[in-house]
């Protein structure tokens, strides 16, 4: 009797991740990219958009990345349009733009929803453990375990003494 109960108690909760990693993403080229092939290294998720005032951030978030990806740092742009229509776009073109312009050498998502109804896995887990992104380029910052340690928003720079000293504590 006391199975069955622990049984239809656990039916009753719905099953949370536990982290960054049980989450999936699709590249920009459409390959899987599976966030457990990103365990033991620090993660940044950064939503992205070709039309935004802060799209110039592409460059200072290049310059992030090539100066920490050989000590543990994964970049990762999600392209999304929720924010204004600043990311009209279909994936072919984000591509272009991003390295036409901006010589953007880190791995880039597929264009996908970050709020709203039609918000994908990973952004709702983000939302709920440091808060829903306000804008574009807002940053989630997630340790070598996987979980959130912090959301820096859309005005942080990437090159902001607060964002590069929570990704060095990081890599510690």
Known sequence: MIKLAIA???MLVPM????????????????KMPLAAYK???????????????????????????????KGLVLVGVPANNF???EPGTNEEIKT????????????ASKVSVKGGDQIPLYKHL??????????????????????IRKFDS???PDAKELTSAIEAALK
């Open 8 to 10: 239809f108690l656990c």
């Open 127 to 148: 939302s709920a453990a440091a808060g829903a992104p306000e804008w574009n380029f807002t940053k989630y910052l997630v340790g070598k375990d996987g979980k959130v």
């Open 97 to 108: 733009f991003c390295s036409r312009t901006y010589h953007v050498t880190f791995p880039m």
């Open 40 to 70: 033991g290294k620090v993660v940044l998720l950064v939503n992205t958009a070709s039309q935004c005032g802060y799209t110039p951030q592409y460059e200072g978030l290049e310059a992030l990345y090539k100066q920490y990806k050989d």
């Open 84 to 86: 204004g229509g600043q």
């Open 155 to 157: 005005a942080v720079e």
């Open 16 to 31: 949370q991740a536990a982290g960054v990693h049980d989450f999936d993403l699709t590249t920009i080229d459409g390959q």
